[in-house]
Antibody, heavy 122, light 107 residues
Framework: QVQLVQSGAEVKKPGASVKVSCKTSGYTFTTDDINWVRQATGQGLEWVGW????????GYAHKFQGRVTMTRNTSISTAYMELSSLKSEDTAVYFC???????????????WGQGTLVTVSS | DIQLTQSPSFLSASVGDRVTITCRASQGISSYLAWYQQKPGRAPKLLIYAASTLQSGVPSRFSGSGSGTEFTLTISSLQPEDFASYYCQQLNSYPLTFGGGTKVEIK
């Protein structure tokens, strides 16, 4: 079965960077984009961006451009999200999700990682 | 960017009730809309994609409808395990966006 397993919780100081990993299994890693979504405590879901594991191409939400970098390592079927210049407002749970392309049905996020809590505090 | 407005943001209902959640898009998104359920401390779970296609394994009491700018998620008979938050998401164009969420609580 498809599984996405994320790295553990992180505590960072303002201005630092954090890199979260998402190890996949149960499917061919290069066939589907990996997206990242975050959620602050008690708040809604916010899309961060995507990485295409085959080409390495990426796309980011406007508010994160310049601060976020998404990469992948195909040899270990793992995607990464690095966020730099951290602020207290970046404190959130970060999820990775597989974007399945269903032909005429378009995209949908059918499998999710368990989430990684990133806390930014001085 | 495409804005998604969900209503209501909070809903109090009883077991067995029929529940409807609405999601309105700021511009047409064809049928490229998904619905997710999220319980506290858990990752979102896909319920519906392409506006009306039920994800495998999801109970048939969940259904979705709509196209263009107006969409609905209906739970035909609310069960105890359905008390959760629900989010719509548009996948028509980047940046992908989510609605603000609807929390369904026990009356």
């Amino acid at each position: 079965q498809v599984q996405l397993v994320q790295s553990g919780a992180e505590v960072k100081k303002p201005g630092a960077s954090v890199k979260v990993s998402c190890k996949t299994s149960g499917y061919t890693f290069t066939t589907d984009d990996i997206n990242w979504v975050r959620q602050a405590t008690g708040q809604g879901l916010e899309w961060v961006g995507w990485v295409n594991p085959d080409s390495g191409h990426t796309g980011y939400a406007h508010k994160f451009q310049g601060r976020v970098t998404m990469t992948r390592n195909t040899s270990i079927s793992t995607a990464y999200m690095e966020l730099s210049s951290l602020k207290s407002e970046d404190t959130a749970v970060y999820f990775c999700a597989r974007a399945n392309y269903g032909g005429n049905s378009g995209l949908y996020f059918d499998s999710w990682g368990q989430g990684t809590l990133v806390t930014v505090s001085s | 960017d495409i804005q998604l407005t969900q209503s209501p943001s909070f809903l109090s209902a009883s077991v067995g009730d029929r529940v409807t959640i609405t999601c309105r898009a700021s511009q047409g998104i064809s049928s490229y809309l998904a619905w997710y359920q999220q319980k506290p401390g858990r990752a979102p779970k896909l319920l519906i994609y392409a506006a009306s296609t039920l994800q495998s394994g999801v109970p048939s009491r969940f259904s979705g409808s709509g196209s263009g700018t107006e969409f609905t998620l209906t739970i035909s008979s609310l069960q105890p395990e359905d008390f959760a938050s629900y989010y719509c998401q548009q996948l028509n164009s980047y940046p992908l966006t989510f609605g603000g969420g609807t929390k369904v609580e026990i009356k």
